[in-house]
């Protein structure tokens, strides 16, 4: 199984930057692939943007475009999520998902995840 520990939320002015970290342990496996989806009481989870296992292809969801940029890490097992120009719009609690065997899997839908990390909190004031 895979084990998904989040970092990096945190209090922040509207127009501040925050580094979101997620770190896997346990079974990985090379073709993986990782998300980050957020959500705020009473709304569903939405999806903010994900990585392919290599890197090489990356999506967002079009309220992020421009202002946020996930990357990862494979020596280190670590998925990030840099987040610039933040708004109060942006204020949820942030989740880490994983999928092993990836590849053709949707990662834009929180439904194709088998992993998830605790959540974050990340608060922005106006």
């Known amino acids: 199984q895979v084990q998904l520990v989040e970092s990096g939320g945190g209090l922040v002015q509207a127009g501040g930057s925050l580094r979101l970290s997620c770190a896997a342990s346990?079974?990985?496996?090379?073709?993986?692939?990782m998300g980050w989806f957020r959500q705020v009481p009473g709304k569903e989870r939405e999806f903010v943007a994900a990585?392919?296992?290599?890197?090489?292809?990356?999506y967002y969801a079009d309220s992020v475009k421009g202002r946020f940029t996930i990357s990862r890490d494979n020596a280190k097992k670590t998925v990030y999520l840099q987040m610039n120009s933040l708004k109060p719009e942006d204020t949820a609690v942030y989740y880490c998902?994983?999928?092993?065997?990836?590849?053709?899997?949707?990662?834009?839908?929180?439904?194709?995840?088998?992993?998830w990390g605790q959540g974050t909190q990340v608060t922005v004031s106006s």
């Open positions: 346990g079974r990985t496996l090379s073709s993986y692939g």
């Open positions: 990585i392919t296992w290599g890197g090489g292809s990356t």
């Open positions: 998902a994983a999928v092993p065997d990836s590849y053709g899997r949707r990662l834009g839908y929180s439904y194709e995840y088998d992993y």
